[in-house]
């Protein structure tokens, strides 16, 4: 096995797009990741993984909390901004809840803190606890084969 057949595998499992943020000496910072997921509903528990090479890294282990905002399929150019896809001159304008720097408009937000962090190959994982969970209305973008997708309902027929 190699690393692009790897890669490859793995991106048969589609997956929603976040924005990662954290705020640094009052500066908020964001990078774009596919890497999340819910752990636990008793507490309540959710997990981001964070390469080793990302500047927002070191920037979450210092300030021990993260937001993630799921974005919808209408913000295909806030996840190539964040992802250093495309290059914007003007600063991004972040919507603070409780003081914490979240993406506007996104299908849902949270902002955590970090209760563990277990180091994983070339990545970190952050174990992190809700303090606020925000849901909104919307399609979420998807990515599928290292495309950006688009969810389509699909006709369930049933069986007699």
């Known amino acids: ?29 964001g990078m774009t ?25 070191n920037k979450i282990k210092a300030s021990n909390m ?5 974005l919808q399929y209408e913000q295909i150019d806030v996840s190539k901004r964040f992802a250093g896809q495309i290059q914007v001159d ?14 506007p408009n996104s299908i849902m937000r949270t902002v955590c803190e970090v209760v563990e962090q277990i180091e994983a190959g070339d990545h970190t994982i952050f174990l992190g606890k809700p303090k606020l969970i925000e849901v909104n209305e919307g399609d979420p973008l998807l ?3 290292g495309k950006y997708r688009q969810v389509e309902e699909l006709e369930v027929i049933q069986k007699a």
């Open 1 to 29: 096995m190699t690393a692009l057949s790897f890669r490859q595998a793995m991106g048969q499992f589609a997956t929603g797009v976040t924005v990662i943020t954290t705020l640094n000496d009052a500066e908020p910072h």
């Open 33 to 57: 990741a596919n890497g999340f997921m819910s752990i636990s509903l008793d507490p309540e528990l959710v997990a981001i993984s964070i390469g080793h090479k990302a500047a927002t890294l």
């Open 66 to 70: 993260f937001g993630v905002s799921i």
């Open 90 to 103: 003007s600063p991004f304008e972040f919507e603070y809840v409780d003081n914490f720097p979240l993406i």
């Open 143 to 145: 990515f599928y084969q």
